[in-house]
Each structure stands twice: as structure tokens, then as C-alpha cells.
């Protein structure tokens, strides 16, 4: 069935660098796709809609020019933390939308565990 | 805005053991509720969905009735097994869509042998 890969699965950094994950629908293309992030003991929280050729779409109090998104490809986006600082570290997940078949479907990667030191 | 409030977890049950995890929620006419399931290593995946009010959603053992007189979606299983073991969530809809949703803290179930 369809899947989205999600890369790194855990990555530590210093603070100051910048952290790219990567989102990627493997047998559909998805001219939308979503990113959370959830920290510890908190509910996963929307942060951006990803949307293929144009600007991604933020939410309330996330900030764009720290959250650049990019999404060049009908299978491919990515998220880039810019100067990572501590506040940071968190669970970052993508998650992306089939709507080709008849039963429209939801899949998620598997999360990025970003620790910032 | 919308928010869901999950029972915190660990739930720690013994195999074959009754689960219960509450989900109750803020708005009200969702047009569809859902649970999701990640198990260890691998993303979210949708577990079951009820589409309208009085609807129970049901799938590997797993049932959920969509209460809209209580705003609750809570999640039981009549006998679990360590391969339950997962961190599920509860996550309506934001909208009309199923492409965002508003999601609990999730519950992590723990069961052993």
C-alpha cells in the first residue's frame, strides 16, 4: 500500500546548525502535504500546509523565516529548522493525502526525534 | 479553538485485559472522528473512523462510538495483546476535510504477557 518516508528518524545537532527532514510519498504524488510537531507530554500540533509549486501555508505563531518549507515535487517535501536553537528539539511528522483511489487515505512518516544541544 | 483531551498514559494491562482510552473533545459537528495508531518504528496509521453521530467504528478489535451528546470518541477493546502495544491518538477532523486534524496528546498502551 502506499507509504511516506520520513528522513532522519532522529537527529542531534548543535545549536546554530540547520536541520533538513524530508517527507516523501513513495507510490502516490501528493500536491499537499502537512507537517506537525509535538513536544513532550503536548498534543501533536500543526504547524504548515506544504503545497506543491507555491508557499506553504503556516499557522498561527510558526515561524516562516525558522520553518522553511519546501515542496518541489509532486513526492517530495522538506522541512528545514534554520539555527536550530534548544527551544526546538521536538517530534516533527509528516503527513500526506491519497486522494487518486476511490477511498481517499491519510499517511503519515514514521516522525523525526530533533534534539538540539 | 478545537482541542481534544486524551487520558494520559502509560496504560500499562496485562494480555487479554479490557482497554479503555478516553477521547473527549471542544467542538461540536464533526463530520467524522478518528483514531490513529503508531506502532513502534512506523508512522501514524488510521486504526478506525465513525462518520456521524451514533457511529461506531470498529477495526482489529478496536471499537469507538461517536457520542455527540457527550462529545467523547472513546476507544475499548474487549482483549488486548502485546501486539497492541502502540501510541494511539485522537484525532478529529479540523473542518470538513480528513486531511488535517486536531490531534490529543496520544496514549501509550503498554501490555505484557
Known amino acids: 500500500g502506499a507509504v511516506v518516508s520520513q528522513h532522519p528518524s532522529r537527529v542531534i545537532c548543535k545549536s546554530g546548525t540547520s536541520v533538513k527532514i524530508e517527507c516523501r510519498s513513495l507510490d502516490f504524488q501528493a500536491t499537499t502535504m502537512f507537517w506537525y510537531r509535538q513536544f513532550p507530554k503536548q498534543s501533536l500540533m500543526l504547524m504548515a500546509t506544504?503545497?506543491?509549486?507555491?508557499?506553504?501555508?503556516?499557522e498561527q505563531g510558526v515561524e516562516k523565516d525558522k520553518f522553511l518549507i519546501n515542496h518541489a515535487s509532486l513526492t517530495l517535501s522538506t522541512l528545514t529548522v534554520a539555527s536550530a536553537h534548544p527551544e526546538d528539539s521536538s517530534f516533527y511528522i509528516c503527513?500526506?493525502?491519497?486522494?487518486?483511489?476511490?477511498?481517499?487515505?491519510?499517511?503519515f512518516g514514521s516522525g523525526t526525534q530533533l534534539s538540539v544541544l | 479553538g478545537d482541542s481534544v483531551t486524551q487520558m494520559e498514559g502509560p496504560v500499562t494491562l496485562s494480555e487479554e485485559a479490557f482497554l479503555t482510552i478516553n477521547c473527549t473533545y471542544t467542538?461540536?459537528?464533526?463530520?467524522?472522528l478518528f483514531w490513529y495508531v503508531q506502532y513502534p518504528g512506523e508512522g501514524l496509521q488510521l486504526l478506525l473512523k465513525a462518520t456521524k453521530a451514533d457511529d461506531k467504528g470498529s477495526n482489529k478489535g478496536f471499537e469507538a462510538t461517536y457520542r455527540k451528546e457527550t462529545t467523547s470518541f472513546h476507544l475499548e477493546k474487549g482483549s488486548v495483546q502485546v501486539s497492541d502495544s502502540a501510541v494511539y491518538f485522537c484525532?478529529?477532523?479540523?473542518?470538513?476535510?480528513?486531511?488535517?486534524?486536531?490531534f490529543g496528546t496520544g496514549t501509550r498502551l503498554l501490555v505484557s504477557p
Open positions: 484525532a478529529p477532523p479540523r473542518g470538513t476535510g480528513f486531511q488535517k486534524l486536531v
Open positions: 503527513s500526506a493525502p491519497d486522494v487518486t483511489g476511490e477511498n481517499e487515505k491519510l499517511f
Open positions: 467542538a461540536t459537528g464533526y463530520p467524522s
Open positions: 506544504s503545497n506543491e509549486g507555491s508557499k506553504a501555508t503556516y
